[in-house]
């Protein structure tokens, strides 16, 4: 026991002391990064533009959607949520005074400077999307407006700015200027999906959610009629791309994202039967098939291997 508690005290930053990169590190998660990055290089895809020729900017963009829009994102939601970290996970950077003082604070908003400072390198139209990308971070957790309490704000928030705004990102950055418009039609249609995504990742906090009085979809309406909506949220705007790819002469692409979505309808039922337990089966699963249909729509509009 004596060691334990050594371990604790020498663990522990001194009040005010500048935190460990490691520590500053795990305060940003690296692991959220993943999901952004991904919908920012379908951008870069879905543009058609060489990487060869804009290299520079891709650096810039990868930097941007993941350790500083999104890393923000993280830094912004563990300091405005310390007291609640301080009861469920005492062992985060800020509750375990790993990162002590105003120092959760500080890299959120030196985050956040940066993020603009590089976007600003990058274009306006990237500007533009970093602005409001760092908008509903800073509102999704921050009073007054805690978006995250709301089961319709909260997940559409996350939706837009992981999905949408990150492709938006990724193909403005490589094209210099303003996304045509079905890659904007596409973006749209995949963040709409998204927030059915978003849904599914409340099912992990029910509980927790309805103690600490956040509106979650599954917290209000029971686990069954939210996970139904998230199905259907998730598919209808699979159905619309396929139809926008099929339209525009995409045939196989279309085909392809279409049997996608007919691997993910295929897996809903074992979802709707339990959702509690199979939440994170189908994220490994039916979510995947999700992503990789954003990932052929890409090559479909970049015009890739002739697509």
């Known amino acids: 026991m004596a060691r334990m508690a050594t371990h604790r005290l020498t663990s522990r930053s001194a009040p005010g002391a500048r935190p460990r990169a490691r520590d500053v590190l795990e305060l940003l998660k690296p692991i959220t990064w993943f999901p952004p990055i991904w919908a920012f290089l379908c951008g870069v895809i879905s543009s058609g533009v060489a990487v060869s020729s804009r290299w520079p900017f891709l650096i810039a963009g990868v930097l941007l959607v993941g350790p500083l829009v999104c890393g923000t994102s993280q830094a912004v939601n563990d300091w405005f949520d310390r007291h609640v970290d301080a009861i469920n996970e005492p062992g985060r950077p800020i509750p375990s005074g790993r990162v002590g003082g105003q120092w959760g604070l500080w890299i959120a908003i030196v985050g956040t400077v940066l993020a603009i400072g ?123 791309v396929v139809a926008c790819l099929a339209w525009w002469g995409h045939m196989l692409v279309a085909a392809v994202v279409g049997v996608l979505l007919a691997g993910q309808l295929a897996l809903m039922p074992r979802l709707l039967r339990n959702p509690l337990r199979e939440t994170p089966w189908y994220n490994a699963t039916g979510t995947s098939l999700y992503v990789l249909g954003m990932l052929a729509s890409a090559f479909g509009l970049g015009g890739v291997l002739g697509l």
Request: glycine share 12%; proline share 7%; with cysteine.
């Open 118 to 240: 590089v976007a600003a390198a990058t274009g306006i139209w990237v500007v533009l999307a970093t602005g409001v990308g760092l908008a509903f971070a800073w509102a999704y957790s921050a009073p007054p407006f805690r978006l995250k309490r709301s089961g319709i704000w909260g997940p559409a928030a996350v939706a837009l700015t992981y999905e949408g705004l990150t492709w938006f990102t990724g193909a403005s950055v490589m094209a210099g200027t303003l996304p045509n418009g079905p890659i904007l039609i596409l973006l749209s249609l995949y963040s709409a999906g998204a927030f059915g995504i978003m849904t599914l990742n409340d099912f992990k906090a029910v509980a927790g959610d309805r103690a600490m009085g956040i509106r979650s979809l599954p917290a209000t309406l029971g686990v069954g009629p939210a996970a139904r909506i998230a199905c259907v949220v998730m598919a209808v705007p699979q159905i619309v």
